[in-house]
């Protein structure tokens, strides 16, 4: 208690010596950054993904428990909003990877069942979150939503977990790679489709296919540009003096398809930004620009859009009864929804029963496509603060469960080391 006295008496003085506005931004991007690499290194220490650290670290300094940005020391009032403008920044390079680890060779090998379990494995979550929120109250537009968030899967999650099980590059863990590809192609589709339309006064035949055709015209663009300009320029601009020139290209280029796809074609900036990551995959350059992107985005974007997560989540508000058991009924039927839908997508696909409920259980996790869906729900009024807070506590509690039941479900005697 006294530590905690002396610190909260040392932010009382520092506030009241105005910090400047550039001081204070400094001090909270040292805090969020220190925080985010310290938990997740204790959590990846603890056999967990650093994510979880990640998203723990945000829980802990937001209003959940520190409130850090309502500290004395931190009066701009447009504080929040800058670390905001950053975590964008963050879903914006973090969807770009996710767009360059896509390899539809993978999807075309393991085929049926990949897209089955990607499919079913999208639209079960939906129907069943649908239902939760309906028998809950909910309107239809925001019931959808919730659906549409469960249906998210985590990449770099499942990955992980297959990789460290030493069956990445089974049967298994490929097929569950392409199903998880499939499954957060369609649910960035689905968001796109949701922003465009939700908005529409009337929901007109005519608005309704203005809105799509605006759409198509955008993807078919962005694609031709994508696949016969991009690997051009690129190779143009290696060849210019320009201090990393490949780097820059990439950088305004995920900005300005990020700026299209939403002040053009009225979609989810998201989807401009994954497009670009699907488009320099096909370059010479991927493996430079994943090293670069990685560094940017790793080292201090990304854990600020995780962090921001529980800066702007109150999970107190689950303390309420009233809320409480939505969210531990949205909780278990995005765990069914996963095992269900991914699962019977394998099994008519031509997995073993074991095989499939192996894959459906790799498709349980849950991390930052979810997240990214949360925050343009709420940043536009469609959910509010106790859903929001009760898909961070799926996030923590679907990412502590899949590596506990793949452990379970795959004896030590099928496990083999792996490096990837």
């Known amino acids: 208690m006294a530590h905690i006295n002396e610190l909260k008496i040392t932010l009382a003085f520092l506030g009241e010596s105005k910090m400047d506005p550039l001081l204070q931004f ?18 990846t ?72 379990a990607g499919v079913i494995g999208a639209a079960t979550p939906v129907i069943l979150g649908l239902g939760v929120a309906r028998f809950f109250g909910f309107e239809p537009r925001p019931s959808l939503f919730i659906g549409l968030m469960l249906a998210a899967t985590s990449v770099s999650i499942s990955a992980q977990v ?57 993807l078919l ?5 994508g696949i016969f300009v991009i690997p051009r320029l690129a190779s143009w601009v290696d060849r210019l003096p320009i201090s990393q020139g490949v780097m820059a290209l990439v950088i305004m280029s995920v900005l300005l398809y990020a700026w299209a796809a939403e002040a053009i074609a009225g979609m989810a900036a998201i989807i401009g930004a994954f497009l670009a990551g699907l488009f320099f995959a096909r370059t010479a350059f991927k493996h430079q620009i994943e090293n670069g992107v990685n560094t940017l985005a790793y080292a201090w974007l990304v854990p600020i859009f995780f962090v921001s997560i529980g800066l ?3 999970v107190r508000v689950l303390e309420d009864f009233e809320h409480l058991p939505f969210a531990l009924m949205i909780l278990a039927a995005a765990v069914l929804s996963k095992i269900i839908g991914g699962g019977l997508g394998a099994l008519l696909g031509g997995f073993s029963r074991g095989d499939a409920l192996r894959l459906g259980v790799g498709m349980v996790a849950r991390g930052e496509v979810l997240l990214i869906v949360a925050q343009v729900g709420l940043d536009n009024g469609v959910i509010g603060n106790e859903v929001f807070a009760s898909m961070v506590l799926l996030v923590l509690a679907t990412t502590l469960v899949t590596p506990i039941m793949l452990k379970l479900l795959y004896p030590k005697s099928a496990r083999q080391p792996e490096l990837v």
Not at 61 to 86: I, K, Q, R, Y
Not at 172 to 193: E, K, N, R, W
Not at 221 to 225: D, E, I, R, V
């Open 162 to 218: 297959m990789m460290e099980l030493g069956v990445l590059r089974s049967r298994v863990g490929t097929g569950l790679l392409g199903a998880v590809v499939v499954d957060d192609i369609l649910v960035i589709l689905f968001l796109s489709l949701f922003t465009a339309f939700e908005g529409e006064v009337g929901g007109s035949l005519t608005s309704v296919l203005l809105e799509s055709g605006k759409m198509v015209a955008f």
């Open 26 to 43: 400094l001090l909270v991007l040292s805090i969020i950054i220190l925080a985010a690499k310290g938990l997740g290194y204790v959590s």
């Open 45 to 116: 220490r603890l056999g967990q993904p650093a994510v979880l650290g990640e998203i723990l670290a945000g829980v802990i300094l937001g209003p959940t428990a520190l409130n850090m940005l309502h500290w004395p020391v931190f009066s701009d009032p447009h504080l929040g909003e800058t670390v905001s403008h950053l975590s964008h920044l963050g879903v914006l390079f973090l969807l770009f990877l996710v767009g360059m680890e896509v390899d539809f060779g993978s999807m075309r090998r393991t085929g049926k069942p990949a897209v089955l």
């Open 312 to 314: 702007e989540a109150d």
């Open 221 to 225: 663009a962005a694609t031709w540009f």
